[in-house]
Every structure is written in structure tokens, then in C-alpha cells.
């Protein structure tokens, strides 16, 4: 299986910018679709953004649309979301999660693999 870190979730006030990267070990990352997701307190853990496995397709829950960005680079093993414009209602718990297949789906159900996550936290 894959294991993934994220980093660069910190302290940002609102209307500023944060870039999140999420590195995988394995030699077959570039063969899987990864997400971004989030879990702010006392709520359910809720889709972000997704990419396919070639970085050809993207995916963007309508919250984040025109605000944030998912990429990926194979060759680095790593998954970034470029967040813009960002609002308080962005605080949350953000993981990046692998899915073993190259289908797409925003259920965190069909995801295999998950991140430790990393905090986001935006003040008004």
C-alpha cells in the first residue's frame, strides 16, 4: 500500500493563500487517483478536490471551485492543492487519500489509503 505525508497546513488569515503537498512512497503512485479531503470539527469528513492518475482530469467539490487547485508531479510522488481566497468556513483537518483504481468517485469509502492530515486553520 501507499503510504502518504501532507504538509504546509498552518495559521492564515482570510482572503490569503496556502499550498498543501502531499508525498507518497511507492513506486506506483502514478498509477492511482488522489483526493483531497477535510474534516473540520463535529462534522463529516467531506470531499475537496480529486485528480486522476495522469493529472489529465480534475475534480472540485462546488465550495472550492474558482479557489483551489489540485496537481499532481509523478516523477515527485507528490499531490499538491493550491488554496486561494481562502474563508474561515476552510478550517478543518485537510488528508490526502489514494484510491487503487483509476476510476474517479468523491466517496471517502472508496479510498484506500490515508494521510495523517494536516491542520488548517483560517482567522477572520
Known amino acids: 500500500q501507499v503510504q502518504l505525508v501532507e504538509s504546509g497546513g498552518g495559521l492564515v488569515q482570510a482572503g490569503g493563500s496556502l499550498r498543501l503537498s502531499c508525498e507518497a512512497s511507492?513506486?506506483?503512485?502514478?498509477?492511482?487517483?488522489m483526493g483531497w479531503f477535510r474534516q473540520a470539527p463535529g462534522k463529516e469528513r467531506e470531499f475537496v478536490a480529486g485528480?486522476?492518475?495522469?493529472?489529465?482530469?480534475?475534480y472540485y467539490a462546488d465550495f472550492v471551485k474558482g479557489r483551489f487547485a489540485i496537481s499532481r508531479d509523478n516523477a515527485k510522488n507528490t499531490v499538491y492543492l493550491q488554496m486561494n481566497s481562502l474563508k474561515p468556513e476552510d478550517t478543518a483537518v485537510y488528508y490526502c487519500?489514494?484510491?487503487?483504481?483509476?476510476?474517479?468517485?468523491?466517496?471517502?469509502?472508496?479510498?484506500?489509503?490515508w494521510g495523517q492530515g494536516t491542520q488548517v486553520t483560517v482567522s477572520s
Open positions: 511507492g513506486r506506483t503512485f502514478s498509477s492511482y487517483t
Open positions: 487519500a489514494v484510491r487503487y483504481a483509476r476510476t474517479f468517485t468523491i466517496k471517502a469509502s472508496d479510498f484506500g489509503s
Open positions: 485528480i486522476s492518475s495522469n493529472g489529465d482530469s480534475t
